[in-house]
Nanobody, 126 residues
């Protein structure tokens, strides 16, 4: 049984930072591509950042480039998302997930994700 558990969200002022964590069990984490997605109220879920199992050629959506950093610790089965210089438009529920093939080096579509966690809320006040 695959379990995905996100943590680290919260309320932060614009310009602040948060670090999200995601632990995964029930699958071989070290050989799985992983990703962070987010969904704001009234909007579709989007891929924020994805990392191949190798750790190289990570993907970031344009709106977070230079501000967010994805990383992983395979010894702890944990994925991280360091978020700096947060903006009000980053407010959303953030989800972590094992993902499939990163075609073109991009995050797969959310519709293709099989396992989701409960998410962690990030709220940025301006």
């Amino acid at each position: 049984q695959v379990q995905v558990v996100e943590s680290g969200g919260g309320l932060v002022q614009a310009g602040g930072s948060l670090r999200l964590s995601c632990t995964v069990s029930g699958l071989p984490f070290a050989v799985n591509n992983m990703g962070w997605f987010r969904q704001a109220p009234g909007k579709e879920r989007e891929g924020v950042s994805c990392m191949p199992w190798s750790g190289s050629n990570t993907y970031y959506v344009d709106s977070v480039k230079g501000r967010f950093t994805i990383s992983r610790d395979n010894n702890k089965n944990t994925l991280y998302l360091q978020m700096n210089n947060l903006k009000s438009e980053d407010t959303a529920m953030y989800y972590c997930a094992p993902v499939g093939t990163m075609y073109g080096g991009r995050c797969p579509l959310p519709e293709s994700v099989r396992y989701w966690g409960q998410g962690t809320q990030v709220t940025v006040s301006s």
